[in-house]
């Protein structure tokens, strides 16, 4: 079966959060078959910096990437979610 991995940047509400803090709570929200493979900080400008997670999902998920978007919103510390990438792995 396909796994299918997302990039996906995750903006915190506030340039004091803790991004490692921040992405086990997204860890910890995520449903059954969802796993983070690997992440990066990114800076964005005065300060603000983006955690961007890879994470790999089943494929056959209905709605595609909409409910990890909206899981990943859910957790506290997060501000804004977009989806960079999705790629198909077999």
């Given amino acids: ?51 961007r997670l890879y994470i790999f999902m089943p494929e056959e998920t209905e709605g595609g990437t909409e409910p990890l978007e909206n899981t990943v919103m859910n957790v506290e510390g997060v501000s804004q979610v977009e989806v960079e990438a999705v790629h198909r792995i077999t």
């Avoid at 992440?39 to 400008?45: K, T």
């Fill in 1 to 51: 079966m396909a796994k299918v991995l997302v990039l996906l940047k995750v903006l915190p509400e506030d340039i004091n959060i803790d991004l490692e803090e921040l992405k086990e709570k997204i860890r910890k929200a995520l449903p059954e078959g969802y796993e983070i493979k690997g992440y990066d900080i990114e800076p964005i400008a005065f300060g603000l910096k983006a955690l």
